[in-house]
């Protein structure tokens, strides 16, 4: 991050003040039981394997710099139809940010420290975005559209500075990244732990060649998955067990033990598996498919 960025969101303390109970009430939307869960399943992005969010950022995002082109084609040209097209794509960038707005505020809801601060930061900064858009479509309906391209000018502004927080809130932060990205467990099978040291039904941590893994043992069944949460670097072995899955104890992400697929997010991305084997009663991994 930009050093004197860096050093200006530090110092801001209101966001931290202004972002716990803002992040208590966009979770108490999501509290109606297992229709609340599904619908924060959705606005995460769970069932796409990736998060939701940056895919629909990009609709907004390029039909605000289409508007921008039209308004100086319209300008330069003194064609009308311009005009007409360049209301016509800030009207669809409008719609397509209330999604945008719903799985970003969704994503955010999870956040803590710093990644809470500057996901907050970006957050408002885009609702300001929308707003002067809004007002830009608003002045350009009432025939004023000089105003309109001043709106949308600073609409343009407000929205860079608040990509350019967001690119920090994922590549400088790391926040909605695959946490296993970068471990790479054993491709042949490697002793872990003798099998009398595994408790029944406890999530355990074990090490598998220097890659922390989660071992469980349900009756007489063996399952391993990465032990780092891929939604947030937790310890899966600190969660809990329901039934065939393991629950984070971080944000609540529960992945199948049987191939680490989502069963609940915020995750998106399915939790790397091992395959297990029983060695001279010995606990044996490999990295799965």
């Not at 399952?223 to 891929?230: F, G, K, M, R, S």
Request: with cysteine.
């Amino acid at each position: 991050m930009f050093r004197p960025l860096d050093r200006f969101i530090d110092a801001q303390n209101w966001l931290d003040s202004l972002g716990e109970p803002l992040q208590n009430w966009v979770n108490s939307l999501f509290s109606g039981g297992d229709t609340g869960k599904q619908a924060k399943n959705f606005l995460n992005g769970t069932w796409l394997g990736h998060p939701l969010h940056p895919v629909i950022t990009d609709v907004p995002i390029g039909a605000w710099v289409a508007t921008l082109v039209l308004d100086t084609a319209a300008t330069v040209s003194g064609d009308e139809g311009f005009d007409r097209a360049a209301d016509l794509t800030l009207a669809t960038g409008l719609a397509a940010a209330a999604g945008a707005a719903a799985s970003g505020w969704t994503d955010w809801s999870d956040t803590y420290g710093k990644d809470r601060k500057v996901g907050l930061l970006h957050g408002l900064t885009m609702v300001g975005t929308v707003l002067a858009y809004t007002a830009s479509l608003g002045a350009r309906w009432s025939g004023n559209r000089t105003v309109g391209k001043m709106w949308s000018n600073l609409g343009l502004g407000l929205l860079t500075a608040g990509a350019y927080v967001g690119g920090d809130e994922v590549y400088d932060l790391g926040y909605g990244v695959n946490h296993t990205a970068f471990l790479q467990g054993p491709t042949d099978y490697v002793p872990v732990m003798p099998l009398d040291d595994l408790p029944t039904n406890k999530p355990t941590k074990a090490d598998a060649k220097g890659v922390p893994i989660l071992l469980v043992r349900l009756q007489d069944t063996l399952y391993a998955l990465d032990d780092t949460c891929v939604h947030a670097g937790c310890s899966l072995a600190g969660g809990r067990l329901d039934g065939a899955s393991i629950v984070c104890p971080c944000h609540g992400s529960q992945y199948d033990l049987r191939d680490g697929s989502v069963i609940n997010g915020p995750a998106t991305m399915r939790e790397p598996s091992y395959d297990v084997r029983v060695q001279n009663g010995v606990i044996e991994v490999k990295q799965g498919a």
